[in-house]
């Protein structure tokens, strides 16, 4: 029976297996403590991986799963939280994870380190830190056939607020206000500015614009999340159109006079943007960059481009031969022993 058969919530689910505290356990016996720090505080730390099916090969792709555990622990160095496992073992339990719950669909992993200490007392330092995962399956998080966005009036959290570059949870209600204003003011989804009213990035993605035939996206230093979409969309438009990215500050009117705009990201993909702030961008249709990178983007995320295999953690044993079933030695995942977090206050 397919996991997406049920509607109850993940904490009801005995029938799915989640990560907690260094252990694969039932979903419905996962308890985390209504005093947690970051639950009050929102200080934790979190990654939004997609693994994608290939029915023909009967294979389940992790995309980029090492680069996402590699920012995760960029972003708990940053709110000082510390991960008992590298990246690579990571990855493995990611694996592990998908395979106890037996998935062959596109889903959706959702790693997140935390501090636990329950307590009341706003810090970084000091505190227990926990890590938790879950996985579930998950078809589009955004409409990829044409968004209809409006310049929010929430600015992005600026790197001295609230980093942007770290995945932190407490960071995305500065998201969730402008996602909700855009929704109930009758858009798909908010574009966000700096506080110097340079454009930055949507709720949850990265912006690129097509103009004079350049593809155009913020740098870093507009506090974005450097998303592992983007780069993907980076290296695919240079490999496979010819087409150099230029990081470079936008202005919010630049926009009204682009020829084509598309959001970027793990849940979003790649998503084109036809209107913003009621200016239809382009011929108001999606264009020919934007279709094109969708295509490739589904190629490579499904194993059916050979030399982007590297990008891809198979989930379970090849059993096709002549489709992607390996990943050219760009991690191989193992068996990795859970281990639980030994850290005390007093340790660290
Ligand atoms: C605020 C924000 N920007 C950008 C992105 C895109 O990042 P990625 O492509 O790594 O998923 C995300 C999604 O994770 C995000 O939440």
């Avoid at 356990?25 to 693994?51: K, L, M, N, W």
């Avoid at 830190?129 to 209809?148: A, C, K, W």
């Avoid at 050219?328 to 030994?342: E, F, L």
């Amino acid at each position: 029976m397919s996991k997406t058969s049920s509607n109850a919530p993940l904490s009801q689910r005995a029938d799915m297996t989640i990560f907690l505290n260094g252990e694969f356990i039932p979903a419905d016996q996962a308890r985390v403590g209504v005093a947690t720090h970051a639950i009050s505080y929102g200080t934790g730390c979190f990654e939004g991986i997609r693994a994608y099916y290939n029915a023909e090969a009967d294979q389940l792709y992790i995309f980029r799963a090492l680069e996402h555990f590699e920012r995760l622990h960029r972003s708990c160095k940053i709110m000082n939280i510390r991960l008992p496992w590298t990246a690579e073992e990571l990855v493995d339990l990611t694996v592990e994870l998908i395979r106890r719950n037996g998935l062959r669909e596109d889903c959706y992993i959702r790693p997140f380190a935390y501090k636990s200490d329950e307590i009341i007392g706003v810090k970084l330092n000091g505190l227990r830190d926990d890590y938790t995962m879950f996985v579930v399956p998950m078809g589009e998080y955004v409409s990829t056939s044409g968004l209809r966005c409006m310049v929010s009036s929430w600015r992005r959290v600026d790197d001295n607020m609230i980093p942007a570059r770290a995945k932190i949870s407490g960071a995305y209600v500065n998201s969730a206000f402008a996602k909700s204003e855009a929704l109930m003011s009758g858009f798909d989804e908010a574009i966000m500015l700096t506080q110097e009213g340079h454009v930055s990035e949507g709720s949850a993605e990265n912006i690129f614009m097509v103009t004079g035939g350049e593809l155009v996206t913020p740098p870093p230093s507009e506090n974005i999340l450097q998303g592992i979409t983007r780069d993907t969309v980076m290296q695919l438009a240079r490999r496979e159109m010819e087409m150099l990215t230029r990081e470079r500050v936008i202005d919010r009117t630049e926009l009204y006079t682009a020829d084509e705009i598309f959001l970027t990201g793990t849940g979003a993909q790649i998503a084109p943007v036809v209107e913003v702030d009621h200016r239809p961008i382009g011929s108001g249709v999606v264009g020919q960059v934007g279709s094109t990178l969708q295509r490739l983007y589904r190629e490579v995320t499904h194993g059916l481009r050979e030399e982007y295999a590297s990008w891809l953690t198979p989930v379970y044993p090849a059993r096709t031969a002549g489709v992607l079933n390996s990943n050219n030695g760009h991690h191989a995942a193992n068996d990795v022993k859970p281990k639980r977090s030994k850290q005390t206050a007093a340790t660290k």
